[in-house]
C-alpha cells in the first residue's frame, strides 16, 4: 500500500453552469417573458412570424461534466406585432390568401310555380267570383293554405287581380242596368190605366198604399242586415212627412222638394233587385222624377262603356289634370280640357261634393194621400227616421234665395236638410191644386197641430 492510497480522494471542485442558449435569429421572433430574462435584439423582435424551432449549440464543457440536459421550455406567449394591410401574412382573423379570391357560391334560389298551377288557380278564382262556385272557392283556399311561403305571394296578386276585376265589371254592369231601368220607367206608369188617368183619386191612392206596402213587408225583413235599406226607408219616411207638414211648422207647403241621393243607396245596398223595388217604387208607383245637379249632364250606357276603355294615346302629352297621381296641390300647367277624356259629362267645380241624383216629387200627391202612406210604415222607422224641418225663410230671406237659385242654379248650403241619407231641398215648382185636401181633413190637420202631433 502506497502512500497516496491511504489518503482520502481530493475533493472534486463544483461542475460549471450550463453553456447559454443559441437561438438561431432566422427561426425564433419572440421575447422571452420573466423578470430574469433579457430584452432580444431589435432585429430579432422585429421578425415577422413565429417559429417553435430553434437551434441549440452548447459550448465546450468539463471532461467531468455531463452533456446530457432536459430540454427547454415552452416559450410563453406574447403580444402578436401589428403587420400592415400589405403584410404578406394575414392577421388571424383574416382568410388565406388562396380564399379570398374564390368565387362566392350561388343564392340558393326558391323553386318557382309551374305555369300549370298559375292557370288553375286563375280559373278556380274566376268561377268563385263570376260563377259563384263555393266548390272553386273551396279548391282556391286550399291551394291558398298549401303553398310554401315563397311562392303565396304570386297566387295572392293573381287572387287580388281577379277580384277587383270582378267588382269593375260588377259595377259597370250595375250602372248599365240602372240607367237602362230608369230611361225605361215613366212616372206613375207601374199603376193602372185609370189610376193613372186619375192620379189624386181614391183608387189611385189606394193602389199606392197597397204596392208600399207589399215594398216594406218585403225589404222590411232585412232592415237589420242590410243598413243602405233602412237607410232609403228612413229617407223616404222623411221626405213624405215634410210633404205634408205646412209651410209655417217646417214643412214643404205648397211647394215641391227635390231629395238627392247617391246612386250607390240603389246600387249596393242589396243588389240589383232591391234596385229595381226600389226605383220602381219611388219614380213608378209615387210619381218622383230624376235628374242630375245643374253642373252634371246625365250618362247614357255608351258613355260607361267609353269608361272601361283605355283613352287613346296622345304623343307629347303632358301631365293633365286627369291623371289619378297627380299632386292636387300643383295646379296643371294647363287649363286647356284633356283630350284624352271620353266621358259624355261636364266636370264639377273644384271643391265640389259629389251629392248624386235629383229626385222630385210629384205634384199629384196630396195631403190626405201621403197621411195613408205615411200610416203603412213600420213603427221602428217612425221612432228612427227622426223629425227634420226645413228652415222657416222670412221675406228678405227668400228673396235673397230665389235670387241665387236663379242666378248659380243651387241654393245655399244652409237651405239643405239633411236625411238619414241624402239631403232635401225646397224648390221654386208648386204642387197641383186641391194638395190641402177636403176641409174635414184640414180640419183634423188643424187639431193635430194644436196638440203638437
Known amino acids: 500500500m502506497s502512500l497516496t492510497d491511504s489518503y482520502p480522494p481530493p475533493l472534486r471542485s463544483r461542475p460549471p453552469p450550463p453553456a447559454p442558449l ?46 446530457s440536459r432536459s430540454p427547454p421550455r415552452s416559450p410563453p406567449p406574447s403580444a402578436m406585432p401589428l403587420l400592415s394591410p400589405r403584410s404578406s401574412i394575414g392577421s388571424a382573423h383574416s ?52 303553398l310554401p311561403p315563397s311562392q303565396r305571394a304570386r297566387f295572392t296578386r293573381i287572387q287580388a287581380s281577379i277580384r277587383a276585376q270582378f267588382h269593375a265589371d260588377r259595377t259597370l254592369a250595375l250602372q248599365s242596368a240602372m240607367l237602362a231601368l230608369l230611361s225605361s220607367t215613366v212616372p206613375l206608369h207601374s199603376l193602372t190605366p185609370p189610376s193613372r188617368a186619375r192620379p189624386q183619386g181614391k183608387s189611385a191612392q189606394k193602389e199606392r198604399e197597397e204596392k208600399l206596402s207589399a215594398f216594406l213587408r218585403e225589404w222590411g225583413k232585412t232592415m ?22 205646412p209651410e209655417n211648422h217646417g214643412g214643404a207647403g205648397p211647394r215641391r222638394v227635390e231629395w238627392e241621393i247617391d ?40 258613355s260607361l262603356v267609353d269608361i272601361a276603355l283605355p283613352p287613346p294615346p296622345v304623343l307629347g302629352r303632358t301631365r293633365s289634370s286627369s291623371d289619378p297621381f ?58 228612427t227616421a227622426g223629425a227634420p224641418r226645413f228652415h222657416v225663410p222670412t221675406a228678405e230671406r227668400k228673396r235673397d234665395v230665389e235670387a241665387l237659385a236663379t242666378s248659380q242654379g243651387d241654393q245655399p248650403a244652409d237651405e239643405w236638410t239633411a236625411l238619414s241619407t241624402g239631403r232635401l231641398r225646397l224648390t221654386s215648382q208648386l204642387r197641383r191644386g186641391g194638395w190641402r185636401g177636403g176641409i174635414m181633413f184640414r180640419f183634423c190637420q188643424w187639431l193635430a197641430s194644436l196638440v203638437g202631433a
Not at 309551374?114 to 263555393?134: M, N
Not at 237589420?224 to 207638414?245: A, C, N
Not at 266636370?347 to 195613408?372: F, Y
Open 326 to 383: 297627380t299632386d292636387p296641390g300643383t295646379p296643371p300647367l294647363s287649363t286647356s280640357p284633356d283630350p284624352s277624356v271620353h266621358l259624355n259629362m261636364q266636370q264639377r267645380p273644384a271643391g265640389s261634393i259629389s251629392h248624386g241624383r235629383l229626385w222630385i216629387s210629384p205634384a199629384e200627391l196630396t195631403n190626405p194621400s201621403i197621411t195613408h202612406l205615411l200610416a203603412v210604415f213600420p213603427p221602428q222607422i217612425k221612432r
Open 224 to 245: 237589420d242586415t242590410l243598413p243602405g235599406v233602412r237607410k232609403f226607408i228612413e229617407g223616404l219616411y222623411s221626405t213624405l212627412r215634410l210633404m205634408s207638414r
Open 263 to 302: 246612386d250607390a243607396i240603389f246600387m249596393e245596398s242589396a243588389g240589383e233587385e232591391f234596385m229595381h223595388d226600389a226605383i220602381i217604387m219611388l219614380k213608378g208607383v209615387l210619381g218622383f222624377s230624376d235628374t242630375l245637379p245643374g253642373n252634371e249632364t246625365d250618362t247614357s250606357v255608351s
Open 22 to 67: 443559441r437561438i438561431d435569429k432566422a427561426n425564433a421572433a419572440y421575447v422571452p417573458r420573466g423578470p430574469s430574462s433579457r430584452t432580444l435584439p431589435g432585429s430579432m423582435s422585429t421578425n415577422s412570424g413565429f417559429s417553435q424551432s430553434y437551434s441549440y449549440t452548447p459550448r465546450a464543457t468539463n471532461k467531468h461534466h455531463s452533456t
Open 95 to 146: 382568410p388565406p390568401p388562396n380564399m379570398i379570391h374564390m368565387p362566392k357560391p350561388p343564392p340558393r334560389q326558391s323553386p318557382q310555380p309551374r305555369a300549370e298551377d298559375l292557370a288553375d288557380f286563375e280559373k278556380q278564382c274566376r268561377d268563385f267570383f263570376y260563377q259563384q262556385s263555393h266548390e272553386s272557392g273551396q279548391k282556391m283556399n286550399t291551394i291558398l293554405s298549401s
